[in-house]
């Protein structure tokens, strides 16, 4: 009985996981996550970045991508800048036309629209791009 329980445990958190409700995030406010980590050029169109706003009040987020070169993260020559209300849920999609073959993610910055002070910053999960 207890084997069949930690196989049930480790299948929902497997689950769970694939479906983003356990993020790779520690940030226990707000996220950033892909919905795929692995995307394919020729069968997918775009890279989708989903965000929640956990606060409770409206925020400002930027979103600098990084592709990893050479072992190091480096920032691309562009940005996202974009707001979110309490409880919304965002998808952002990406282009690949910003976006080559390789290993990226995105660091992101999240201010408060009623007070201008950073909140949090932190990095999306990685993903790549085949």
Not at 4 to 10: C, K, M
Not at 18 to 35: A, C, P
Not at 82 to 108: D, H, V
Request: glycine letters at 4%; proline letters at 2%; one cysteine or more.
């Amino acid at each position: 009985m207890k084997k069949h329980l930690i196989i049930y445990f480790i299948i929902c958190v497997v689950i769970l996981s694939i479906l983003g409700f356990i993020s790779t995030k520690y940030d226990k406010e707000s996220y950033f996550q892909t919905n795929k980590i692995t995307y394919h050029k020729d069968k997918d169109k775009e890279v989708f970045l989903n965000f929640k706003n956990n606060y409770s009040n409206k925020v400002n987020y930027i979103l600098i991508p990084q592709k990893k070169i050479n072992g190091e993260w480096k920032n691309l020559d562009w940005f996202d800048l974009n707001f979110a209300f309490p409880g919304e849920k965002l998808k952002e999609n990406y282009s690949w036309k910003y976006l080559n073959k390789g290993t990226y993610r995105f660091k992101y910055k999240i201010y408060s629209v009623k007070t201008n002070k950073k909140v949090t910053d932190g990095y999306s999960n990685t993903f790549n791009i085949e």
